[in-house]
């Protein structure tokens, strides 16, 4: 599709800026957990990861050349598709450290579960747009929503991945409250809600409740549950205001750390540069969220501002649910962090996000 010299001039260069700065401090990052591994396979995933990145690129600049009401029309389709690969990998999905997450493709593996969060973001959207009004949404017009988010939930939870299943979760709550839940609505999910919190301890695997009282009590198991955070806490301590030096990590070196390159490896930017390099980050991230809530609050189409604050709000809850882990305030959920942590599907799924919002960015202003 071609693009028109308005959309051409309009197009968001400071959030491409923004995007690639972040993805640059994941690289680099990536690239130390790599090195202190000092072997073909280590370089094998800084590798991949660059691939991922591209692709990416391609798919985000993708996602921009087509009219974002298009999600809107097509959102059952994407919704089904997303549904029937979370079935997929359920029924034929690798299986790797007790949980059915991933379809192996080639050399490479997806998780549908990542792709999921867009596709509920667009459902939902979709569905609220057509419905929302001054007084905000009732009881009827949350019905939809709340069916289309139960049935990945069921799945997800399944896999098991309760991390992500309370991602959708979260998704669906801040976008039902974004778009002004009636207050006697708001009123009755709580009162049904908060007595069902202390039975949901029930329902936990064996692993899982361990997490909960691991995060708890980290010294309870020091070198089983509580390992994870113990050696978190111990890297990002040593890091101290401006860290150990770019490699000097030794927690990540001598292979303390688990999970480096995924769901902790801000524990290892924390070590190798200290508070002031996780100061950074976090500025980045600060004006990319802002960047995304900018966007959704001038945007004059319902759909495309419900849109925008979905994405923005998956980005914020993938970086405080990771940033509150690897801090050991929050349990290990295996959430990574956005643009950072290695991780095709996890990439592709924020930069197709990162692409919805520089389409919305580019379009808000146009009356078609």
Known sequence: MMFDRRLIECFDWGLLVLTLLILSVGLVVLYSTVAAGENAVSYVLFQKQMIWMGMGLLIMFASVSVHYRHLDKGSVAIYFTCILLLVI????GKYV??????????????????????????TISSIYSGVVGEKGVGFRD??????????PFGLIVSQPDLG???????LSAGITLFVRVRKRVFLVFIALGAPAVPLVWFLLKDYQKARILTFLNPDRDPLGAGYHIIQSKIAIGSGMITGKGFLQGTQSALDFLPEQHTDFILSVLAEEWGFAGCLFLLFLYLVLLLWGLNISYSCRDMFGSILAFGVTLMIFLQIFINVAMVMGIMPVVGVPLPLISYGG???ITNMVGIGILMNISMRRFASN
């Not at 990998?89 to 034929?92: E, G, M, Y």
């Not at 549908?112 to 596709?119: A, D, G, H, N, V």
């Not at 019905?143 to 049935?151: C, N, S």
């Open 89 to 92: 990998v359920l029924l034929f």
């Open 97 to 122: 450290g007790g949980s059915r997450r991933w379809l192996a493709l080639g050399p490479f593996t997806m998780q549908p579960s990542e792709l999921m969060k867009l596709s509920l973001i667009i």
């Open 142 to 151: 949350i019905i939809k929503p709340l069916i289309a988010l139960t049935i």
């Open 164 to 170: 992500t299943a309370l991602l959708l979760f979260f």
């Open 345 to 347: 599907s996890s990439v």
